[in-house]
């Protein structure tokens, strides 16, 4: 009798953990794109659009490092070319590497062919230091289902945000950290930037991850962020 219900038990815990990852394989079939993980759990997504850059990228990496906090950068291709060692510095420090296209372009508004020019030379600029990218995200959020479809096909999921506190436009650091807290969510996805333009994001990062740190979230990458998807029933 013993011996029946620990069979039944591990039956269960398999079968459960089966569901889950066919759960998960299915979330990420049908969704054109991901702007935010369903989940209960208090994680949450810290991504950097636009480098590397000098301004910037060796100075976030030192807060995250700091901070023991891990992002996904997505990055351009021709600032992949342009700053190799700087990429080469974010896989040194175990961040994970996604694409933003070449030249941000809006990929939405290409033909076929340039579309496809753009994603094979960020492939190969980014593959230059650092693995190829699964994940990508469309410059200006723009997109339809035609290229979503595509990129599918070349092997990436397609990543926006749910949060965006426009760090670009010159806001200090106490106005981007304000942004993100007041929307924080589980599952949220927060867009951020590199570059002159965004030259207070680094000190607001600091705070952010503080900030959030006292609410009980863990600030984890894409890739682990899109694990804790949960069914809702």
């Known amino acids: 009798m013993r011996f029946t219900r620990s069979l039944l038990w591990s039956f269960l815990v398999i079968a459960g953990i089966v569901s889950m990852v066919m759960a998960h394989e299915a979330f990420l079939d049908t969704a054109k794109v991901i702007k935010k993980v369903p989940t209960t759990h208090k994680v949450a997504a810290l991504t950097f659009d636009d480098g590397p850059d000098p301004h910037t990228t060796l100075r976030l990496l030192a807060v995250l490092k700091a901070k023991q906090v891990k992002a996904t950068f997505f990055v351009l291709g021709s600032q992949a070319e342009n700053y190799r060692g700087l990429l080469a510095e974010i896989v040194a420090n175990g961040h994970e590497v ?9 990929l939405n508004k290409l033909s076929h062919g340039e579309f496809a020019e753009e994603i094979d030379k960020a492939e190969k600029a980014i593959g230059a230091a650092a693995p190829k990218p699964t994940l990508i995200r469309p410059p200006g959020g723009g997109y339809n289902d035609r290229l979503v479809a595509e990129l599918k096909q070349r092997g990436y999921t397609t990543v926006l945000w749910s949060i965006d ?3 670009w436009s010159g806001r200090s650091a106490n106005q981007i950290i304000d942004a993100v807290t007041r929307k924080i969510e589980p599952g949220s996805i927060v867009l951020l930037h590199e570059g002159a333009c965004a030259n ?8 952010i991850i503080d900030r959030l740190r006292e609410r009980g979230y863990t600030l ?5 962020l899109l ?3 949960e069914i809702r029933h």
């Open 98 to 106: 996604a694409s933003h296209g070449y030249t941000h372009r809006f």
């Open 165 to 167: 506190p426009r760090d």
């Open 200 to 207: 207070f994001t680094p000190e607001a990062v600091a705070g």
């Open 220 to 224: 984890i990458t894409v890739s682990e």
């Open 227 to 229: 694990q804790y998807y």
